[in-house]
């Protein structure tokens, strides 16, 4: 299950990928920001297919970079401005092929997750997200 | 006759008054056939962009992929994950 409803626990994603053979590692995290008086959002998913979708665009980059191991954890329900909701960890044999595959993980979670957000402002006021893809 | 389930997510879900249901079409039908009866039975769904992002049995398909008695059609609004 790469969904939770749990602060991300950075260092155990860390773990499950590091090991003496592989001496780069990306680590990409995106957090909520407060933009225009927003406090937190709300995210919701697809819950089975977005887990079925992670596994599928984490076996794409195992097959491009066998080299590379990747982890990807995502966090639903209502997140504060600053934590984070994503994280993917990959570590590599060397520092290109690890910004490579992180990169092109986070990518592929914009283009093909379903997963929503509803912006939660300070005045009470929500707002769906509709995406916007700011690099 | 197909009996086809359908499911709504975030905005969408508003829309529809509902996250989970049901329509039935006459067969051969595709999924852009499930969204026209949806557009019917739930008038909220009007709103939806023409060729709303749909899944069928939780994988990512065209509009124009065939559906079939026990399908699930889920009807996905603009991702936002990340």
């Known amino acids: 299950m790469h969904l939770t409803r749990h602060p991300l626990a950075i260092a155990d994603l860390l773990a499950e990928v590091q090991s003496p053979e592989r001496g780069g590692t990306c680590v990409f995290l995106g957090t909520v920001r407060n933009d225009a008086d927003i406090t937190a959002i709300d995210y919701s998913a697809y819950e089975a297919m977005a887990d079925e979708e992670i596994e599928r665009i984490l076996a794409e980059a195992h097959e491009r970079w066998p080299d590379v191991r990747v982890i990807l954890n995502h966090r639903l329900g209502v997140i504060p401005a600053g934590e984070a909701s994503i994280a993917i960890v990959a570590a590599a044999p060397h520092r290109d092929a690890a910004f490579a595959a992180c990169r092109h993980v986070i990518e592929e979670v914009k283009k093909r997750l379903p997963i929503w957000k509803k912006e939660l402002r300070g005045d009470g006021s929500e707002q769906w997200v509709e995406a916007h893809d700011h690099r | ?82």
């Open chain 2, 1 to 82: 006759m197909a009996k086809v389930s359908v499911r709504f997510f975030a905005r969408y879900a508003e829309l529809a008054g509902c996250s989970v249901s049901a329509v039935n079409l006459e067969t051969p039908a595709t999924v852009a056939d499930v969204i026209e009866r949806v557009r019917e039975v739930f008038p909220g769904t009007q709103a939806m962009p023409p060729r709303p992002l749909a899944a069928l049995n939780q994988r990512h398909v065209k509009l124009d992929a065939t559906v079939h008695e026990g399908d699930e059609v889920a009807l996905l609004p603009p991702f936002a994950g990340g």
